[in-house]
Each structure stands twice: as structure tokens, then as C-alpha cells.
């Protein structure tokens, strides 16, 4: 069994090195053509900054392989000892070592963005993020840690249960999600009165309902572009990144909007949350049902510190190969949020505000088809501009 996993696991981190090797090759092929979309020397750019993020996402991939490697050659159950089966201690110390063999690759990712210039952050405001978040984990983490410990301890269905409280969850964080972003930026009321009656408008036209337009201070870390409506029921909002009010037209902001609203529109939200719950449903299905050999082979007692450990672990494998059903569904969900972008802002300035976020952004505009499918959710914006051409 510990045998069967150990392959099952070398399969993923094999096949993630690999093809984010294959998209380098693939990228630098690429760049050597024709610019699409950017001047030839922003087309470089991007290709160089989409190159150096695939060596970021090996890296990723092979400290995820150290952290299993380390826990299951005896690691967890050395953790096992020293906390005498703590299963509280035992899923904090399991994270304590991801964080601790990740930081390198997270610190040496800030410093690529910064060399492309999108990182704006000081070493002092990424500390202070950066404890922010240990203490916002430390403390939601461990009550909903503390709550599974106690399903699998008391309830024999303690998977089924656990599932349903962490579907809710999930719903909670996502509708309280405005609230845990105020710890990190400003929120202010868009000043443009003129834009704001404009969004309203469209908002009204398919029944949007958000608790006010807001502009959160992005630039002072990153410099990239981006929108995002915010929130459930009465914490809905609508935020625009300061830099994408500095950078597009309000035209050009009204159709990326319009995009979003399309989401709302098809219902693509709640559609998602409900396929998510089906695949969390599987993999808490998976974990309920691991058998006792397992842990025999691994040396360690079934305790439910040590299943949740083996939970973080198998999900990840699990989610990365229900990535392309994923991103099949969300890739048709945007050409239709496009669809109603374009009828709400109109084709022009959608398309115009789609070359200038990937300009801004850096992104390359072309992919593999065996990337595309395992990583985006999103078709590339050469394939969105030309649909939008067509209808």
C-alpha cells in the first residue's frame, strides 16, 4: 500500500516537473516567432518572465516531494513521538514544515517579481503579511482543526461529517473573505462619480445587488491588474485594484466588469461551489477509508492527527489531476462571461482592456495545449479575442 502511494505521488511530481520543463521549451520556441498581441521586445519580457515562473513552479513541485519524502521516511512518526500523538500539534507541525521548505521558493519568486518589476512590496511590509497570515491560520485553522480531530474521534461516519463542515466553512470564509482582506489593504469608496453611476447601471441590468464599489490599494505591493466582485449576501462589493482604475479606460473597466457580472448572470459561482463540493465529497470519501495497512506500513497509529496529515497529502494529488475537468468547465464559463462583457461594455473596449491587462501583466500570450489543460482556467486572450470576433 505505502508502496502503491509512493509511486502514485512520484507520477505527479514527475509529470509537474515535466511539463513545466516542456512549457519552458515550448515558451522559448514560441518567443523566437512573430510578437502577438505586444511589441517584440514586451513579447521577450514575457516570454522571460513566464520561463523564470515555470523554474519557480519546479522548485514548488520538488519541496512538496522533500516535505513527503521527509514525513513518510519517518518523519511523522518521529513527530508522533516527540508530541506523543498530539493530533492537533501533529497537523501544525505538518504545516510548520511546509512553510518552513517552501519559503525559499516563495522568497525567490517575490525577488523574480520585483526584477520584473511587479512586486512593490518592502521586505518589511512582507514580514509583517506574512505573520499576519501564521496568526490568521493559527487561530481558523485550529478551531477547525480541533473540530475534525473531534468527528474522528467520536463519530464512526466521522468523513461524512467532516464534510459537510468543511463545505460550510469554506461558505463562511468566502462570504467573510472582504472582511479578512481589510488586514492587509485599504478599502476606499470609488471617487469617480461618473464610472460609479455606470457601474451601477450595468450591475442593475442583470440583478446585482453589492454592498458599494470599492478601490483597494493593490500598487503598494504588486503592480498588476485586476477586479474582483467580493463577498456573499450583504458582504457582497464590488474592488477594483488602483491599478487597473490608473491603467484602463472607464469603457474599458465597464467591460471587464461586464465580464464578471456574466459570472453572476450564468450563476457560475454557485455552479463551481457545487462542483467543488462533489470532488471534496470524493476525496473526504478517499480519507475516511484509508485502510489500517497503510498506517502499519508507515509505523505510526491511526490517530486522527496522523489521517489528516495523509488528507493535505493525498488532496493535493487528488485536486491536481481534477484540474483539467476544472478548468474545462471554468474555460467554457469565460468565453460566455466575454459574451455578456461584451454586450454590457461592448467587444471593443473588452478586447482593448484584455491586450492591455496582458501587456501590463506580463503574461505570454501562448501556451501549450497539455499546459493549457492541466493549469488554465482561463482560455488565452488570443483565443478570447478571437471568439469575440466571431459572435
Known sequence: MLIGFLVIFAIYISFRVGLDIYESFYIKEEASKDAVLMERKEYLEAGLYAVYKKIIDVFDALSSLLVVVVLLSGGLWLINYFDNNNSLITVFSYFALVYIVSLPVTIYSKIIDKKFGFNKSSWKLFIIDEVKKIVLFAVIGGAVFWALIYFIDNFKKWWLISFVFVFVVILAIN?????????????????NEEL????EKIMDKVGFKANGIFVMDASKRDSRLNAFFGGFGKTKRVVLFDTLVEKLTPKEILAVLGHEL??????????????????????????????????????????????????????EVYFYFLSPVINLISRHNEFAADEMGAELGDASNLKSALIKLVKENKSFPKSSKIYSIMYHSHPSVLERIEELDKK
Open 196 to 199: 460609479k453611476e455606470n457601474i
Open 262 to 315: 456574466g459570472h453572476f448572470k450564468h450563476k457560475d459561482i454557485i455552479k463551481n461551489i457545487a462542483m467543488m463540493g462533489v470532488m471534496m465529497f470524493g476525496l473526504f470519501f478517499i480519507i475516511g477509508n484509508l485502510p489500517d495497512s497503510l498506517f502499519k506500513e508507515l509505523n505510526i497509529q491511526k490517530t486522527a492527527g496522523n489521517i489528516l496529515v495523509l488528507a493535505f497529502i493525498i488532496g
Open 175 to 191: 462570504m467573510l473573505y472582504p472582511i479578512f482582506m481589510t488586514l492587509f489593504n485599504k478599502f476606499t469608496p470609488l471617487e
